[in-house]
């Protein structure tokens, strides 16, 4: 059900200030920046292999985001599982007793239709499932 790992979501306060490392001290090509209003972030996606990683900044203090780094601190905010049939993966989730904090999938960076699972249903993991419907990669 899981093709791979998609992407792995880190929270920034700031893109500029971060991107330089990522794409000059990695050289990881940068693919797009984008403002994802309903999530209130502005992301960044660079490619590692297989496998890209999405920079989130926040847009605003009631960001998830926001509040994410307010709490934490910058870092790793989830991990997103590439899937097919994503509202067929979220009903299974539910069936298997999963806690989703999406019951819908909703619209993403990118276009992709993503749904969160809660973390205290995965161990302390927020995971991701993301479905690119007609979209490669
Ligand atoms: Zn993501």
Request: net charge negative.
């Amino acid at each position: 059900m899981i093709k791979k790992v998609d992407h792995i979501g880190i929270a920034v306060k700031s893109l500029e200030n971060t991107l330089p490392f990522y794409t000059d001290v990695l050289n990881l090509p940068l693919l797009a920046i984008e403002v994802v209003d309903s999530q209130k972030v502005k992301v960044a996606f660079l490619q590692a292999g297989q496998t890209k990683i999405e920079l989130l900044e926040p847009t605003s203090e009631e960001s998830t985001i926001a509040k994410f780094i307010e709490k934490r601190g910058e870092g790793i905010h989830h991990v997103a599982l590439g899937v097919d049939s994503i509202e067929e993966r979220i009903t299974e989730m539910k069936e298997k007793g999963i806690r989703m904090i999406d019951e819908q999938s909703r619209l993403g960076a990118g276009g992709a239709h993503i749904a969160f699972m809660h973390p205290k249903s995965a161990s302390g993991v927020l995971y991701e499932l993301c479905e690119k419907k007609g979209m490669k990669g």
